[in-house]
């Protein structure tokens, strides 16, 4: 009964980790139309944000492994907090110098500490209690990782988005003290949503310092990465990562600037009905918003979508096949993007924010599918799959390159390549679940 009750605290607090790394991730896509305006970027350079906060994956999750095995899940985690609670001060000298180079360093720094969290937490959340219910267990926390996701956007368009940003020829005709108390409301603009984070992060980290977490770390085979990296399958498995972090990042990333290219904030405007819903999102009339809240509004519904597809793709893996509804829901999203590229209006922005829904279970079935049959190089392939995360660092800039040279639309086929490869990996393990003597 103690022990019952152990994991289950130990879930608790584990899952509000979820929904922070969750709530975090996408409050830096609110940043980058922003950071577009201030800096003046391209749509690659813009890209860029993701690049150095993705690109931690590729980086740090195999150390982070290597150092969980020595100091533990409980030292990791209260490190990792610390490192993102420093990533998200670095915001502050950023903004007020608007360095570019210092806010990719900060979302730099964030990303590790999110890095070491992401490899405990999801082999972590595995082993709190029985095997059965493991993945019941990672669907839920990942639930709640997917509530964070969509509160963020809402939070991103009301303090981030919603002031119009001068350019560089309008900040020209200011006088001096103009030109001054401008760039001071623009840095506090994000200064303030990231000081409000580290201080909430940093009472998080002396909350595990305290609180006592179940001991299940075990000893890894030595070689361990060396065999992953023959197996067929697991390599698979981490393409699949790579490709569905990438393309769900640069989808989210581009939604504020794709509906602007398609000027729909006047259409949402002279909508009575879309009118009413951004109003009751935004909590403000749309008269006073500027158009990248109005349009950025409407982005809660891709990430929420997540949060909906994952309680029903729960279900739905228990009374079906993993890899068939992996299927399924990687054709629909490829369908959606289609549509949306071949349409206009309030039918291309419904369709692309649908893909949300249909994201929702990629990540924990893909993760679960590929650790099926590992044994004890469970927690090995468990960094290989969130080094593969660095796919959310690497499609983003490469779709924002292609929007560059070919437009929003056209870009999108890079989309659809990538949730191609999603339905081929599904189609490949179920085939070997169909072989397999437990079947």
Known sequence: ?????????????????????GFITVLVDSLIPRLKDVFELS?????????????????????????????????????????????????YPAASARSFPVFLMGYFTLAAGITILQVAANPYVSVLGSEAGASSRLN???????????????????????????????ISVLTEAETRNYYLSEAGAVQQPFLWIAAFIGILALLFV????????????????????????????VIGIFLY??????????????????????????????????????????STMDSKAIVGAFVVFYWSGAMV??????YLTRVMSPPKVLGIFAISAALLLLISM?????????????????????????????LEGLGDLKPQA??????AIVGGAVIPPLYGFLTDNVGFKVALLLMIACYGYILIFGIKKRKISALSPAN
């Open 1 to 21: 009964m103690t022990s019952t009750k152990n994991f289950r605290s130990a879930f608790v607090v584990i899952t509000i980790l979820f929904f922070l790394w």
């Open 43 to 91: 749509y690659f350079q813009a890209g860029l944000v993701q690049f150095a906060f993705f690109a931690a994956y590729a980086v740090f999750s195999v150390p982070a492994g290597f150092l969980l095995s020595r100091i533990g899940y409980q030292k990791g985690i209260v490190l990792g907090l610390i490192t993102m609670a420093l990533g998200c001060l670095l915001f």
């Open 140 to 170: 839920l926390s990942q639930a709640f990782n997917s509530l964070g996701t969509a509160i963020a956007p809402v939070i991103g368009a009301m303090f981030l988005l919603s002031d119009s940003i001068k350019s560089s020829e309008e």
């Open 210 to 237: 305290f609180i006592k977490l179940p001991k299940l770390m075990q000893e890894s085979p030595k070689g361990g990465y060396f065999k992953l990296l023959k197996n067929k399958t697991v390599l698979m498995g």
């Open 245 to 286: 972090v990438g393309a769900e990042v640069a989808i989210g990333s581009y939604l504020v600037n794709y509906f602007l290219d398609m000027n729909l904030a006047t259409v949402i405007s002279e909508n009575e009905t879309m009118k009413i819903m951004a109003e009751r999102i935004l909590n403000n009339e749309l």
């Open 309 to 314: 597809g994952r309680f029903i793709g729960s």
């Open 342 to 370: 071949n349409s206009g209006g309030m039918m291309a922005m419904w369709s692309i924010l649908a893909v949300g829904l249909f994201n929702s279970i990629m990540f924990p079935t893909i993760f679960a599918l590929t």
């Open 382 to 387: 468990s960094g290989l799959l969130c080094m």
